[in-house]
């Protein structure tokens, strides 16, 4: 076990800071959800990273943060997120979610292919103490074909 992993173990409960993970986890997904990408920037550190665990695919920073969203949304212009689960600690935020939408553009080198599309994900917004915003996201799918090898 690695001496960060310790820590996050390590970290006690604080009201006040679970209020303040909650309610950042909330902005961003009201943000998300209205297309804000300034708005869903500005609860990211600016080194954050986007991450899809299955397929190895990166973003970094706030510029990569920007990139995954516009490219994410361009694909899927209609993509809904229904949360099925959550789960907030003072080491961040883990959703479960059913997400759809209608494959209109490319992503992740797959052409569109114009169906409407269904999968679930579980995401996990890594919290930053120091700096009281997410470092990004770790993002894990099923069923969605675009990603299962």
Do not use: N
Not at 6 to 23: G, K, N, P, Q
Not at 97 to 103: C, E, I, K
Not at 127 to 148: I, S
């Amino acid at each position: 076990m690695s001496e960060d992993v310790r820590e996050l173990l390590r970290r006690e409960v604080a009201t006040d800071e679970y209020d303040e993970i909650r309610d950042l986890w909330k902005r961003h997904s009201i943000a998300e959800d209205e297309r804000d990408l300034p708005g869903l920037i500005s609860t990211l550190t600016e080194d954050c990273i986007y991450e899809l665990v299955q397929t190895g695919h990166r973003w970094e920073g706030h510029e990569g943060a920007t990139r995954f969203y516009m490219e994410l949304l361009s694909a899927f212009p209609d993509i809904h997120f229904d949360l099925t689960g959550i789960v907030i600690g003072p080491q961040g935020v883990c959703e479960e979610a059913d997400v759809a939408g209608t494959h209109k553009a490319e992503w992740l080198g797959f052409p569109p292919s114009g169906e409407r599309l269904a999968w679930q994900v579980v995401i996990f917004f890594p919290w930053d103490r120091k700096r009281r915003l997410f470092r990004g996201e770790r993002v894990y799918t099923a069923g969605l074909p675009l990603v299962e090898s």
